[in-house]
């Protein structure tokens, strides 16, 4: 990822668990822009398949995974992007 500041402000990053996997990955795509199944890459690159969204009243599933690639880490600590966890 080549870009890391927009207009003077830090690159949002969004650390997700895609279907199927058991850690979370970091990515610049913004959660809203995507819709479930999408395949979106990571900042390692890996591709991460969207999940559907959690229904109203139930906890996501993905939300007691606090495991992170390590090479995402590496990235935005390299980069100093601005971290949000995103639970579908």
Do not use: N
């Amino acid at each position: 990822m080549d870009i890391d500041v927009v207009d003077g402000e830090r690159q949002d990053v969004f650390w997700i668990v895609g279907m199927g996997l058991t850690q979370r990955h970091a990515t610049t795509m913004r959660p809203g822009a995507v819709y479930a199944g999408q395949v979106v890459p990571a900042l390692c690159g890996a591709q991460l398949k969207v999940p559907q969204p959690t229904p109203i009243g139930r906890d996501p599933r993905s939300k007691s995974i606090t495991e992170r690639c390590p090479d995402c880490a590496a990235r935005i600590a390299e980069a100093d992007y601005a971290e949000t966890t995103w639970d579908f």
